[in-house]
């Protein structure tokens, strides 16, 4: 296969979401070259290689196909990274700030979302590999999106749990009302302080 | 084939709202929705105004507790507002009598719940046939629609099953032709995905975005976003208020330029 070949590949089936330079694929190959990983099966007269992959080439192929992906160190999240800052600071809404980002985020999967319906609908009579590949990798990035979602969903109730436990001892009445000691509870979950007589 | 279809969804996609398309399908005018009195006051809705159009899938976001639930009763005229007006096809719920109401209500929308969808006894082509029959149309009529209404959503083949020899998802897609057999052109959809694993899930929402392209209106509530981003809309609530809401800006050949 040539290299540019490869390249056109990689991007078919990853829908081009991550571009790959052409300087790059050279690169790489050369240095799969050097390893012993790859080698030269034929040569153009333009100057274009064909490459192919030795036996011990194929051995590390099905070694990487086998082994999880590392996940290494967290990458930086400019988001986790913000809303960490925005729960240290006076004046930061943050509720404000987790709400647009729910609504871009799910904006963005909307988008993905129907670029995924157009892809089903174009593919209606046969689905070829090249198709689903693309097709995984926009569900990688519709979960991933879910993911931010939920993530964001759970800030928001762990600020509001936060908020209540801290607000806490000055809502609360310390004592019940005097007269009704064994009054029954304002039902369950929403635990109403009840100021005054309870009604029934 | 499927550039025509997606034509047809957008424009269809409001955000400006074409007046000369008529009234909305479906619209809720200032709602506000109070529960119990005195110090037990739960405001489920604090004034909230939604209109969903004919081609339309609108998404409602939200907590638990955050007024969803309510929301869609009201749009289905299952409960009443505390003030605010519902309006079907331009017509407010709210103004005529009990009867007429229930029949308005009964012509106009169908539901789509995550269970208790389906009446076990009745076969999936009599469970589609019911809401005709008690709009007291013919028997041979209902049947011709309600076999009309399981092709559109292709199961058609399963018209002689009941319930319990239907999978989750064939269940969720008799229902939906079910809650758009005949004149019915609103579908309230309350977390329809619910139970179902995540492709059967994808396929429900298919189904519904293909209803509605072809011209249904649709309010559906969930807590999963990734159901929620095959709407048109997304409303986003919380404590029984409108706090967001959002479209896709641009149409998706703009998106992941490269490919093809």
Redesign the interface.
Known sequence: MYGYQLRQEF??RT???W?LNIGQVYTTLGRLQRDGLVVELDRQQDGSVVYGLTEKGRDEAARWWTTPVERGAPARDELAIKLALAVTLPGVDVRAVV??Q??????A???????G??T???T?DGVTATDLA?RLVLDSL??A??AE??WL?HV??RLARARASASAPVDRPTDPPAGSPTEPQ?GEG?R?P???R??R | MSARRWRVGRQATPGEGPEQAGPPCLELRAVTRVHGQGAQQVHALRGVSLSVRAGELVAVMGPSGSGKSTLLHLAGGLDEPTSGEVLLDGVPITSVGSGRRAALRRRTVGYVFQDLNLVPALTALENVMLPRELDGVSIRRAQAEALAALAEVDVAELAGRFPDELSGGQQQRVAIARALVGPRRAVLADEPTGALDSVTGEQIMRVLRHRVDAGAAALLVTHESRFAAWADRVVFLSDGLVVDATEPAAGPELLLDGRR
């Open positions: 991007e078919g829908g081009a979401t571009p709400q647009r729910r609504a871009e985020t799910l904006r999967m909307q988008e993905y979302t129907r670029l319906m157009r089903d609908e174009a209606l693309w519709i979960f999106a879910e979602i939920r969903d928001e109730q304002a929403l109403v009840s100021r005054g309870g009604r």
